[in-house]
């Protein structure tokens, strides 16, 4: 009995053991934090000059390309992923953006087969300038949980900007994160983030931010927005602002963080308010789509909305739509 007992013993120290092991090298990153946020040039050569009086921005949350598997327990083939980027690449040559700025893209990971579609996106369509950040970079990701054939494995991913402008400056900021999760959850959970770039739109210096709320906890989301809303009206203060991303706050939901961005005459919408949840306006989920989660926002003392869309067309190569704006600058 006694050496029944010691055998247990050993094999649950063992399985402790291993799984600590795991646990630290699979939250371990693959490279340095100094590398997150970068700034590149494509080095292309784009004879067309943008506007230096109306920029065209698309907001985009491309999923990884992984349409409407996103998050399940699906593993599409690297055929299945070779054809979105086929896809997505033919409808954005259709809308030729000046701004290009995406969330949930992919930098070799291993879900969407080690392609960096930064590189891939950024050189097709044929953009000068971009800058990118990491949000999420762990050696293993265990997710989804069943089975582990479907698991992530080595995570690298984040947002991106695209442009023909001028990039003058460059910022990732982290935003707050979710103080319930368990220590465990929070290793392996991806950075929410905000990048900060400051363009040149002729002679008129622009900031734009691109930003990626959190998903799963109200009350985090809410802080989240409220902090980019008052950075936003700060720069607002000094220069042009333009602001869009996935903000994982339907207007609908309870205390939604959203609508806070509607109640200052400082900042305008694509979308307007009474306008919302309306036919046309609705960007999630791409099979059925039920909610509005993306959004261009504008500072109004600079910008006059001249034309705006849910790009729908885009079909199911992300579980997101695209959205588009056209806004021009007053003299």
């Not at 097709?124 to 089975?147: A, H, M």
């Not at 734009?208 to 008052?230: C, G, M, P, S, Y």
Request: glycine share 4%; proline share 5%; hydrophobic share 35%.
């Amino acid at each position: 009995m006694k050496k029944i007992i010691k055998s247990v013993l050993y094999i649950l120290i063992f399985i402790i053991v291993s799984s600590l092991i795991f646990f630290f090298w699979a939250k371990s990153p693959t490279m340095d934090e100094k590398d997150y946020a970068q700034i590149k040039s494509f080095d292309n050569a784009n004879h067309v000059k943008p506007s230096d009086s109306t920029v065209s921005v698309i907001s985009y949350n491309i999923g990884y390309l992984s349409g409407m598997t996103n998050n399940t327990s699906v593993r599409p083939t690297e055929e299945f992923y070779a054809g979105n980027m086929k896809s997505v690449l033919q409808s954005l040559k259709k809308y030729p953006a000046d701004i290009l700025a995406l969330q949930e893209i992919d930098y070799g990971g291993n879900r969407s087969y080690n392609v960096n579609q930064f590189d891939v996106i950024g050189n097709e369509l044929q953009y000068e300038n971009g800058c990118r950040s990491i949000n999420w970079d762990k050696t293993y990701v265990p997710f989804p949980y069943f089975p582990p054939t479907v698991h992530f494995g080595k995570m690298l991913s984040g947002q991106a900007i695209m442009t023909n402008y001028p990039i003058e400056d460059y910022e990732r900021v982290v935003l707050s994160k979710v103080q319930s999760h368990p220590y465990y959850y929070s290793a392996m959970y991806l950075d929410r983030l905000v990048e900060r770039v400051k363009i040149k739109v002729g002679d008129q210096e622009v900031m734009v931010f691109n930003a990626h709320t959190e998903a799963f906890d109200q009350d985090t989301r809410v802080k989240q927005i409220r902090f980019l809303k008052d950075w936003f009206l700060r720069e607002a203060e000094k220069m042009p602002v333009i602001m869009v991303g996935d903000f994982n706050s339907d207007p609908s939901y309870e205390n939604a963080g959203i609508l806070e961005l509607y109640d200052n005459e400082k900042i305008g919408a694509m979308c307007s308010k009474e306008g919302l949840k309306k036919d046309g306006t609705l960007t999630y989920p791409t099979d059925k789509p039920y909610e509005q989660l993306d959004f261009i926002f504008y500072s109004t003392e600079h910008f006059e909305l001249e034309d705006w869309k849910v790009l729908s067309d885009f079909g199911q190569v992300s579980d997101h739509f695209p959205v588009y704006a056209s806004l021009k600058l007053k003299k």
